[in-house]
């Protein structure tokens, strides 16, 4: 079973940055295309970005709205999203996860991490 690690949340003010960090614990085995979701309370899961094994990215523009960027790291199956102009609509759980497929579905996605929060303030 991978064990994914989020880190990087935070509470901040409308328009600042946040760079949200996703790293294996242990040993893994393989590539992974790697996705981030959000949840804020009440409100229904939703995706993100993905980045594929080789690269290829993809984004919910409704939430992006360019400005968000999704990076892998140098170490296997790092992820990074990076999020600037933040809004007090952002504010949710946020949380990596992996998939043998390209797939921007959440239930395609195996393995999960314990969330980071996220809170942006007006």
């Known amino acids: 079973q991978v064990q994914l690690v989020e880190s990087g949340g935070g509470l901040v003010q409308a328009g600042d940055s946040l760079r949200l960090s996703c790293a294996p614990s242990g040993r893994t085995e393989g590539n992974y295309n790697m996705g981030w979701f959000r949840q804020a309370p009440g409100n229904e899961h939703e995706f993100v970005a993905m980045?594929?094994?080789?690269?290829?990215?993809?984004y919910n523009e409704d939430i992006v709205k360019g400005r968000f960027t999704i990076s892998r790291g140098n170490a296997k199956n790092t992820v990074y999203l990076q999020m600037n102009s933040l809004k007090p609509e952002d504010t949710a759980v946020y949380y990596c996860?992996?998939?043998?497929?390209?797939?921007?579905?959440?239930?395609?996605?195996?393995?999960w991490g314990q969330g980071t929060q996220v809170t942006v303030s007006s």
């Open positions: 980045i594929g094994w080789s690269g290829g990215v993809r």
């Open positions: 996860a992996a998939s043998i497929w390209q797939t921007i579905k959440r239930d395609e996605y195996r393995f």
